[in-house]
């Protein structure tokens, strides 16, 4: 998946008033686009030296192998053609690894922050605070941290067939797992067992746990789990979300997401025979 990135070493650990070095990464957003430096056969992250100067405006983001990664608001002279706003989408295939999950990561602190810029509490602006990573209001003092959602996502497993669905929002002809948002007063597993039965109408039994990823595109953590349920029981879609399903064996797969998700990762795994 592609936050599993070792022996590379990523730092999230927040440093209040880090200088920015030449060397350091420096992520540029305009809505769900990163400048990117294009030059190579691969695109990369730019750096600092990439850019004549860097004026007010840079945030400390994390590190990715010592090198520091910073946030910058303000837009850039580049004075360079190889230097080009891409889809965040291009972390799916964007090899090394490494280059797709920082960014991804920045992403998600973009979107935080961004989000923010005003409290939700007394509409006042706020700023960053001095020794943490956190926003606080200018008048109330109303604290916000970075916001993270838990989700789950379910593998409904019958015998030698996999459960798949297809999402209005999918395109390409899609496939993947059943997904939702854990909601209030609720554990992981009622949510597994609430989101099948609202998604496709199915009844669980066995649920037990996968693992983890955090996924930057929604801000969420992805818990994932193994269930299995009756073939016999009618699939129902809910028509809104879910617009098609049906069980599939291992040869007869329809097309469905990389590994770099955590679904892919599942999905892959069983078209291979490989416990999960």
Known sequence: MVHEIHPHRFNNQYHAGKNMDENDFVFLFKENKLLLKTNGLEPEIPR?????????????????????????????????????????????????????????????????????????????????????????????DNLIFPKISPAVIVAITCKDKLLLAGNAGFTG?????????????????????????EEVGLDVHNIRYYKSQPWALSGTLMVGFIAEADENQSIVVDGLEITKADWFRKDELPPYPSNASISGEIIEKFKNGIPF
Do not use: M
């Not at 979107?111 to 008048?139: I, M, N, P």
């Not at 002809?173 to 099948?196: C, F, N, P, Q």
């Open 48 to 140: 600092k030296r990439d850019f004549p100067e860097i004026k007010v405006g840079s945030i400390y983001l994390f590190s990715l192998n010592e090198v520091s990664c910073f946030l910058q608001w303000d837009d850039l002279p580049t004075y360079s053609e190889s230097l080009v706003y891409s889809e965040i989408s291009f972390f799916r295939t964007v090899q090394p690894k490494e280059t797709g999950w920082i960014a991804l990561v920045a992403y998600h602190l973009w979107k935080w922050y961004s989000d923010h810029k005003f409290c939700g509490k007394c509409g006042a602006q706020t700023k960053h605070k001095t020794d943490e990573r956190a926003l606080v209001c200018t008048q109330c």
């Open 173 to 197: 002809g899609w496939y993947s797992l059943i997904a939702g948002y854990v909601d209030i007063g609720e554990t992981l597993e009622e949510t597994v067992i609430r989101e099948v039965k």
